[in-house]
């Protein structure tokens, strides 16, 4: 089936985002899991050290998003890193990059469909260890409907999902910091990491699952090809979406553990995936529990709406590439992949299924390190005229991502080599099967 941008002759996606929504889609990826699940998780391995762990994030993350934002001002189309590798390095980093975000996040969606359904099922009042993997897909299912009508209705629908948590955030925050002033600052202590080896990898470990939480800009380069003057909107996107993120992040951490303190809170985040509503409750204010358990809902739907979005865009690229079927890269009538928004949502269903939280989330800390590596190496390759910053960032950043991903449980980083792996002989056959290049976009 043709579709106007089909007809066209060009088979683009049409340019919807400006600033403020490409913004708004970078907060809506960001502001979710990352600060209602992921904390907790991240307390439990670093302890009360997390809130210096999320500050060692945001510092790796600004390097990588420094090489993001170039690298999408300069090709703009949907893919990111994917097609940087392709055009910058070589085929098979480029697909690597390709396939290790379809793996990382489609892990973290799931993640956030888990994290939906523990919120929601609480909300409700519902058993959140029976009900959780059925509201979990049924989230994916739901959503996965919302991205088939196109990217307009869907960013829509993220401006009212953010405007919401933000909200609730704020509330949380300003409740939670006279606590946090008067008795709270005990739980906040030691801040720098237990001493010995144990401690350093706790404290690593707990680095490495938060940077994941911060890598929800990259949404924004994925949508690259939608959205308008990347060059300057890209950019400015990204900087503002990862400092807002950045303070967010750091005060809603340390109201929580001056409520609750780590253990509690990871304690918390394994049996029902809600530290931050068991942190309100802390705080002698039910209410206010409410408040925040309204907002994780919304959170989460709303993280789990742009990573269907970005992975979709990821495997309309592939698609193109011919490292996936052609069927993927086509758009239907309303200048939408369908085929891809379909694929992802069924992955994504499936992962959400095992309802564990832990292991999908350090799953996503590996590969989206060793994406965000190649990222950093397609940055060094860009030309002197279209490079927006400094060589030392991307270098920074290649090292930093390396290091902090062999810093998960072994038995993670040893899965998402054999997936790499398993990808890499996908890739062979595929350009024998659909040729090289055969579906790529020009640039």
Avoid at 124 to 133: E, F, R, V, Y
């Amino acid at each position: 089936m043709l579709t106007s941008a089909d007809n066209s002759g060009s088979g683009r996606l049409p340019r919807e985002l400006g600033v403020f929504g490409a913004t708004l889609v970078g907060l809506g990826a960001m502001v979710g899991t990352g600060v209602f699940v992921s904390i907790g998780v991240a307390a439990g391995a670093a302890g009360p050290a997390v809130v210096l762990a999320i500050a060692l994030a945001a510092l790796v993350a600004a390097c990588n998003a420094s090489s993001s934002a170039q690298l999408a001002a300069s090709h703009a189309v949907s893919g990111g890193t994917y097609e940087y590798g392709y055009r910058y390095l070589n085929h098979w980093l480029g697909f690597a990059a390709g396939w290790m975000f379809l793996c990382a996040k489609s892990a973290s969606a799931a993640t956030a469909a888990l994290g939906f359904a523990g919120y929601f099922g609480r909300l409700i009042g519902l058993d959140p260890a029976a009900a959780k993997t059925a509201l979990a897909v049924g989230a994916v299912v739901l959503l996965t409907a919302l991205v088939l009508l196109g990217i307009r209705r869907s960013s829509r629908m993220n401006a009212l999902i953010v405007s919401v948590t933000l909200a609730s955030l704020a509330l949380f925050v300003a409740a939670g910091l006279p606590n946090l002033l008067d008795e709270g600052g005990a739980n906040l202590l030691p801040l720098l990491p237990a001493a010995g080896e144990e401690g350093l990898r706790g404290f690593l470990y707990g680095t490495a699952l938060m940077f994941v939480a911060f890598t929800g800009y990259a949404r924004i380069a994925t949508l690259g090809e939608e959205v308008k003057e990347p060059r300057k909107s890209i950019p400015r996107a990204i900087v503002v979406t990862l400092l807002l993120t950045a303070a967010l992040y750091v005060s809603v951490a340390a109201v929580a553990l001056g409520a609750m303190g780590a253990e509690r809170l990871a304690a918390v985040t394994a049996s029902a995936a809600t530290p931050l509503e068991a942190a309100a409750r802390g705080l002698g204010l039910p209410r206010l529990a409410v408040v925040v358990a309204v907002g994780s809902v919304t959170a989460m739907l709303g993280v789990l709406l742009n990573l269907i979005l970005g992975l979709s865009r990821v495997a309309l690229a592939m698609g193109r590439q011919g490292d996936l079927p052609p069927a993927f890269a086509r758009l239907t009538r309303g200048d939408v992949p369908s085929a891809a928004v379909l694929g992802v949502g069924v992955v994504v269903a499936l992962l959400a299924s095992t309802g564990d939280v832990e292991t999908t989330w350090a799953f996503s800390a590996f590969t989206v390190l060793i994406y965000y590596a190649i990222t950093n190496l397609a940055a060094l390759r860009l030309p002197a005229r279209e490079r927006l910053y400094p060589r030392s960032i991307a270098v920074a950043g290649f090292a930093a991502c390396l290091f902090l991903a062999f810093w998960v449980p072994p038995g993670t980083w040893l899965t998402g080599c054999a997936l790499l792996a398993v990808g890499l002989g996908w890739h062979v056959l595929a350009r024998r099967r659909w040729g090289k290049g055969s579906r790529r976009m020009p640039p």
